[in-house]
């Protein structure tokens, strides 16, 4: 609009200079989102628990196929621990505690642990 008279309804108005009087400065604040601490979700290895039942463990709770799975057990079983996921810090406490129930369930001594990354 071009300063100077401005039509309205109830008749001709002055639009007020920039910086004068009524003018206001409209800011706009921006929030950073700070991406979420990742945590890896480990099995240790044991002299218990049957390879089969990890193979089972990984496949049931991380979505892992036959093959990656097998692949990871066999990590844990010649390393002492294999990973078996990256999660936000809820997802990797929620499946630590499936895995760790699942285990007892089945009278299994396997450990799974979360640290972060």
Same mark, same amino acid.
């Given at each position: ?20 009087p ?10 950073k ?14 002299? #218990?628990?049957?390879? =089969?039942?990890? %193979?089972?463990?990984?496949?049931? &709770?991380?979505? *892992? ?23 936000? #810090?809820?997802?990797? =406490?929620?499946? %630590?505690?499936?895995?760790?129930? &699942?285990?007892r *369930? ?12």
């Amino acid at each position: 609009m071009i300063r100077g008279v401005a039509p309205t309804a109830a008749g001709p108005r002055r639009v007020e200079d920039a910086g004068g009087p009524g003018a206001a400065v409209v800011t706009k604040t921006r929030t950073k989102v700070k991406r979420p601490s990742l945590y890896r979700v480990l099995i240790l290895n044991d002299d #218990y628990t049957p390879m =089969e039942f990890v %193979v089972h463990v990984l496949e049931q &709770f991380f979505s *892992k196929d036959r093959e990656a799975a097998t692949r990871i057990m066999m990590h844990v079983h010649n390393h002492g621990a294999g990973e078996c996921g990256i999660y936000t #810090y809820e997802v990797a =406490e929620t499946k %630590v505690t499936q895995v760790m129930d &699942f285990a007892r *369930k089945h009278q299994h001594p396997l450990q799974c642990v979360m640290e972060k990354k």
